[in-house]
């Protein structure tokens, strides 16, 4: 079965420093998505990117933080200096268009753990 | 406002016995979706059971049944015949179209199976 892979599973870095946290979503899926869980909490949305631009952000995702596909398979997470509080799990999503459910995958994601 | 209200931060269940997940929504939209997702420790999201806006007829997944009843705006879930890989964080979680399909999660529900 196709399935959303996110590598890495665990990054830790500094804070200031850039991390790009990678996705390969689901072959034939048009749709990408970033969510973030920090510790203990709900999961929230980031991002949503069709068709090479984002479609959506939230008030989370400000100019630190950018969304790519650069070649057409992966769908990267930039965040451009890290701060303490951008440690948290974050979810790529993948969804086609069609079906009835428009069920989002989800990879296993990526921890981020700042210090 | 809160799109998506789960209100049992924790619950405890016997094993084999039935136990109900809450969940409230709010929306103004007439299409939406409403998905249930388990989270083991190890920390993936796991997709459970889909239950659309139009469908007339509760979802059933194996053991997973969701209780939907739209006038009222809830979608409780139902684990029936609990087991102790059933202990773990379950996310209610809604999308609609006005929101380009993107998905608001509540605050989740610790269940733990007891032996």
């Known amino acids: 079965e196709p399935e959303v892979t996110q590598t890495p599973s665990h990054q830790v870095t500094q804070m200031g420093q850039e991390v790009i946290l990678r996705c390969v979503p689901i072959s034939n899926h048009l749709y990408f998505y970033w969510y973030r869980q920090i510790l203990g909490q709900k999961v929230e949305f980031l991002v949503s990117?069709?068709?090479?631009?984002?479609?959506?952000k939230s008030e989370i995702f400000d100019d630190q933080f950018s969304v790519e596909r650069p070649d057409g398979s992966n769908f990267t997470l930039k965040i451009r200096s890290t701060k303490l509080e951008d440690s948290a799990m974050y979810f790529c999503?993948?969804?086609?268009?069609?079906?009835?459910?428009?069920?989002?995958?989800f990879g296993p994601g990526t921890r981020l753990t700042v210090t | 406002a809160q799109k998506i209200t789960q209100t049992q931060p924790g619950m405890f269940v016997q094993e084999k016995e039935a136990v109900t997940l809450d969940c409230t929504y709010d929306t103004s939209d007439q299409s939406y979706g409403l998905f249930w997702y388990k989270q083991p420790s190890s920390g993936e999201m796991i997709f459970l059971i889909y239950q659309g806006s139009y469908d007339e007829q509760n979802a059933t997944e194996g053991r997973y049944s969701l209780n939907f009843q739209k006038a009222r705006k809830s979608a409780n879930l139902v684990i029936s015949a609990s087991q102790l890989g059933d202990s773990a964080m379950y996310f209610c979680?809604?999308?609609?179209?006005?929101?380009?399909?993107?998905?608001?999660f509540g605050a989740g529900t610790t269940v733990t199976v007891r032996a």
């Open positions: 979680a809604m999308r609609e179209r006005s929101n380009d399909y993107k998905l608001s």
């Open positions: 999503a993948s969804r086609g268009d069609r079906g009835h459910s428009y069920e989002q995958y």
């Open positions: 990117f069709y068709n090479n631009e984002i479609s959506e």
